[in-house]
């Protein structure tokens, strides 16, 4: 069955970003995909030291990392939302990206030229979800997402970007809000041949 697992960077509970990945899962589930959901928030992940370790023996941390590793192996797709952070992703989000750096594996290419590619072996396509508070910068965190995705052997092929959420009525209780984000769900999950 397709796994689809929601990845929560907000602190923030049953707000802007929870409930909008909800809202895709909920299209994911629609669509006959089996869903699961984590709050990295509520995961001890702690910083990465940097200690170049690539060789295939994992990362010198074991903490709440683990359970993000086994659904990076597990799942066919990811559901990725952060709130907006001082122009990028929140440091829960970050902590998660900085600890995929162990599953970046050197190899060298015909041509002698030195590249990476994952040890996650189950390739993945991901929606990235983003909340701002402002209405400045929309796609301020795409970036990051895409230049982490090869790492964990990930295409990001759709995003719900949201700004202005502190300027008036909530995202969360926007009906078009929600509604986009469970037909983009239902719409994912179908992109896998569902
Ligand atoms: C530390 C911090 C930094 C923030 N920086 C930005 C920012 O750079 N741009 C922006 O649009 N909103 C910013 N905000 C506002 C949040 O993105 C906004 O409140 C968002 O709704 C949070 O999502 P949530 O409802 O899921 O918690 C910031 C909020 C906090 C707490």
């Given at each position: 069955?397709?796994?689809?697992?929601?990845?929560v960077a907000?602190?923030?509970r049953?707000?802007?970003t929870?409930?909008?990945?909800?809202?895709?899962?909920?299209?994911?589930?629609?669509?006959g995909?089996s869903?699961?959901?984590v709050?990295?928030?509520?995961?001890?992940?702690?910083p990465?030291?940097?200690?170049?370790v690539?060789?295939?023996?994992?990362?010198?941390?074991?903490?709440g990392?683990?359970?993000?590793?086994?659904?990076?192996?597990?799942?066919d797709g990811?559901?990725?939302?952060?709130?907006?952070?001082?122009?990028t992703v929140?440091s829960?989000m970050?902590?998660m990206?900085?600890?995929?750096y162990?599953l970046?594996?050197p190899?060298?290419?015909?041509?002698?030229?030195?590249?990476y590619?994952?040890?996650?072996?189950?390739?993945k396509?991901g929606i990235?979800?983003?909340?701002g508070?402002?209405?400045?910068?929309p796609?301020?965190?795409?970036?990051?997402f895409?230049l982490?995705a090869?790492?964990?052997n990930?295409?990001?092929?759709?995003?719900?970007l949201?700004?202005?959420?502190?300027?008036?009525k909530?995202p969360?209780?926007?009906?078009?809000?929600?509604?986009?984000?469970?037909?983009?769900?239902e719409?994912?999950?179908?992109s896998?041949?569902?």
């Amino acid at each position: 069955m397709l796994q689809i697992a929601g990845i929560v960077a907000s602190p923030r509970r049953r707000m802007n970003t929870d409930t909008l990945v909800q809202k895709i899962l909920d299209g994911c589930q629609k669509a006959g995909a089996s869903v699961s959901k984590v709050y990295l928030n509520d995961l001890d992940i702690r910083p990465c030291q940097s200690c170049k370790v690539q060789d295939g023996a994992g990362c010198i941390h074991q903490d709440g990392m683990e359970a993000i590793y086994e659904i990076f192996e597990k799942a066919d797709g990811l559901v990725l939302g952060t709130p907006v952070y001082y122009n990028t992703v929140s440091s829960q989000m970050k902590l998660m990206m900085d600890r995929s750096y162990c599953l970046a594996r050197p190899i060298t290419l015909p041509s002698g030229k030195r590249a990476y590619e994952s040890a996650v072996k189950k390739r993945k396509k991901g929606i990235v979800v983003s909340v701002g508070g402002s209405g400045a910068n929309p796609e301020c965190v795409l970036p990051v997402f895409n230049l982490w995705a090869p790492e964990v052997n990930l295409e990001i092929v759709d995003s719900v970007l949201i700004t202005r959420a502190l300027l008036g009525k909530p995202p969360m209780e926007s009906p078009d809000f929600l509604g986009g984000a469970f037909l983009k769900g239902e719409k994912f999950a179908h992109s896998f041949g569902f």
